[in-house]
C-alpha cells in the first residue's frame, strides 16, 4: 500500500474516534471521562501515525503520543503547539484497564475543538 493510501485510511480511523468524542459531549454521565479520554488519545494517535506516514515514515507500533511527536520533529516537521497533547497519553490502549481517577473533568467541547484543529492540519498536510 502506498504511503498515501495508507495516511488517508489511518486518518479515516483518526475521524471516527473524533466523531465518538463529538457524540460524547453532553452526555458525561453516561460516557465517563475515561472513555472520551481513551477517543481523544486515539484520534490524536491514529493522524500523528498517518503524518508520519505521509512523510514515509515508519511508526512504531506505539500508543504514546510523546514518541509520535519527537518522531515527527526529528523528522524537520513543526510539532511545537501539539506538545500538550502528551496529557492523553495516559488513556491509551495499555491502560484501559485501570481507573483514572481525574481532578478536574474534561472540558469536552475544548477537546473535541483542540482534536479537530490536529485532524484539519493533518488532513490539509496529507491532501498536498
Known sequence: MKNLEHADMIMKLAYEDWNALKGMKDTERLFSDGIFGFHAQQAIEKALKAWLCHLGKE???TH??????????SS???IDSYWPLVEYNIYAVQSRYEYIAENEPFKRPQVIQQIERLLNKIKKIISN
Not at 64 to 73: C, E, K, P, Q, T
Open 59 to 61: 511508526y512504531p507500533k
Open 64 to 73: 504514546d503520543i510523546r514518541l509520535l511527536l519527537m518522531l515527527l520533529s
Open 76 to 78: 524537520g516537521e513543526k
